[in-house]
């Protein structure tokens, strides 16, 4: 099954905290599905790294650490399940 939306767009869902990968949910996607949406969380990683936030507001970088947590977690369980399948990344 094809990726519903944009790729960059299910990435940006995945930090929000919108939206969870986990291993029955990646049987859907082909391992070139699977290619695009690691490529799209290294994009939004990318870009939430390069804002500029204050050390005083903690909450901004609370937030921007959660989500970099929630992409970082999301590239493990594809590429755990990818290992786990025998899908070349």
């Known amino acids: 099954m094809a990726i519903s939306g944009s790729p960059k767009k299910l990435a940006q869902d995945i930090a929000?905290?919108?939206y969870m990968l986990s291993p029955?949910?990646?049987?859907?996607?082909?391992?070139?599905?699977?290619?695009?949406?690691?490529?799209?969380l290294g994009i939004v990683t990318?870009?939430?790294?390069?804002?500029?936030?204050?050390?005083?507001d903690v909450m901004a970088l609370k937030m921007r650490n959660m989500k970099?947590?929630?992409?970082?977690?999301?590239?493990?369980v594809i590429r755990a399940h990818c290992k786990k399948y025998r899908i070349p990344l």
Do not use: C, W
């Open 24 to 40: 029955p949910m990646l049987k859907q996607y082909t391992p070139q599905d699977m290619k695009t949406i690691i490529a799209n």
């Open 68 to 76: 970099l947590s929630r992409l970082n977690q999301a590239e493990i």
């Open 46 to 56: 990318r870009d939430l790294r390069q804002v500029t936030i204050s050390l005083e």
């Open 16 to 18: 929000e905290g919108f």
